[in-house]
């Protein structure tokens, strides 16, 4: 597979944070405030955002009686990112649309890596292989504290929890630490955003980075 980025006029954008942290409820903000701006939006997902990645997302997520390995869960997301990296998000960026994802490689790092202790040397050597040097022109990560995120996701919860929603507070107490080690790593990609603020006050946030990265797009 080509690895090589096209010539792009489109921002690809991304969200990251724990569970319950309003990746969901801010990417649809993200996506009306960036329309009512004049850009052509496209708003998706991981892991999914094509039919055929849909299709693995629900076995990576189901909760069954067979073993999922770290090592299989990572092929698996990296198995959908590449599906959903050829077929939604290279096409868009060269179409000149911007693109908001909720979640992206910083997810493996994160959930994989430091979570489950997946090696970071292998993340980095299938992210190279998945989506080349194609990275996030931007990513807001919202942060907050694990079980304010836990209380809010379980109120939204159906009966069953999924393979990550049925984990434990340390766990993702190794993930959120992993998210943080990320931004201070490339604190020029990744914008800490706190999500424990009300809605609103969060939403003043994403509009006001937006808004720079617009700006910076502008002196270009
Ligand atoms: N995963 C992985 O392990 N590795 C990978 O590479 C990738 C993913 C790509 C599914 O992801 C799982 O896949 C995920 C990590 C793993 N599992 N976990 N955890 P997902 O993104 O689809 O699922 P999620 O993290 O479970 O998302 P979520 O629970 O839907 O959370 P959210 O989108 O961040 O939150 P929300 O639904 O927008 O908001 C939750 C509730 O809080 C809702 O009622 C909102 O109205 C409310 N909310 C939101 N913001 C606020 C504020 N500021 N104040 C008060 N209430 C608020």
Known sequence: M???VPARAGKFIT??????AGKSTLAQFMSAWLGRHGFTVRLTREPGGTPLAERVRQIVLERGAE????LTETLLMFAARALHVQNVIRPALARGEWVVCDRFTDATRAYQGSGRGVDAALIDALALAVHGDLKPDCTLLLDLPVRVGLARARTRQGATADRFEAETVGFFEKVREGYLALARREPQRLR??????????????????LGELQAREGRA
């Open 2 to 4: 080509s690895t090589r």
């Open 15 to 20: 969200l990251e944070g724990i569970e319950g």
């Open 67 to 70: 073993p999922v390995s770290p």
């Open 192 to 209: 800490i955003i706190d999500a424990a603020a009300p809605l609103s006050e969060v939403e003043q946030r994403i509009a006001q980075a």
